[in-house]
Structures are given as C-alpha cells and as structure tokens.
C-alpha cells in the first residue's frame, strides 16, 4: 500500500522498487516532475533577467542547447510555413 500523503516519497521509493513495472513507471513519473521544474526555474531565472548563459551554466548544459529547449519558438520551426 502507497503512502498517500507523501506522492514524492511514494515515487522515489517506487523508483528503487525490484519490481520493473513499478520502477520504470516511477522514473517516467520522475522525468515529467524534472522537465517540469526545470521549465519552471528556466522562466523564473529569465523573469529575474539572467542571461541564457548563466542558465546553461548551472544546468551544465550548452547556452545554445537550454535557449532551443526553452527560447521563444523558432519563426521556422515544424508546421509553419517559410
């Protein structure tokens, strides 16, 4: 039985579980609350005015990578005409 009143703890424990159902839907679980927070803290550091290099510094991940994932869309992107 699941402890309701902690779904974080709940998930983590899921996530160490032997049982591979259990566990790779954790992680699944895991990966959206990431992309999520991470979107979340991207759009608080650029409404505090940092620049897209400070971000990627302390996500570790290139300056071109975290402004493609996170940036205003692309003028050209898929399903818009040229």
């Known amino acids: 039985m699941e402890d309701t009143t902690d779904p974080e703890?709940?998930?983590l424990a899921a996530a160490s579980s032997?049982?591979?159902e259990r566990g790779?839907?954790?992680v699944a679980a895991l990966r959206g609350l990431v992309e999520a927070l991470e979107a979340l803290q991207v759009d608080n550091a650029r409404a505090k005015g940092w620049s897209w290099q400070d971000i990627a510094g302390r996500l570790g991940v290139t300056k071109q990578a975290v402004h493609q994932k996170h940036g205003p869309p692309s003028?050209?992107?898929?399903?818009?005409?040229?």
């Open 9 to 11: 703890g709940a998930t």
């Open 24 to 26: 790779l839907r954790a």
């Open 18 to 20: 032997r049982d591979p």
């Open 75 to 82: 003028r050209s992107g898929p399903g818009r005409q040229p």
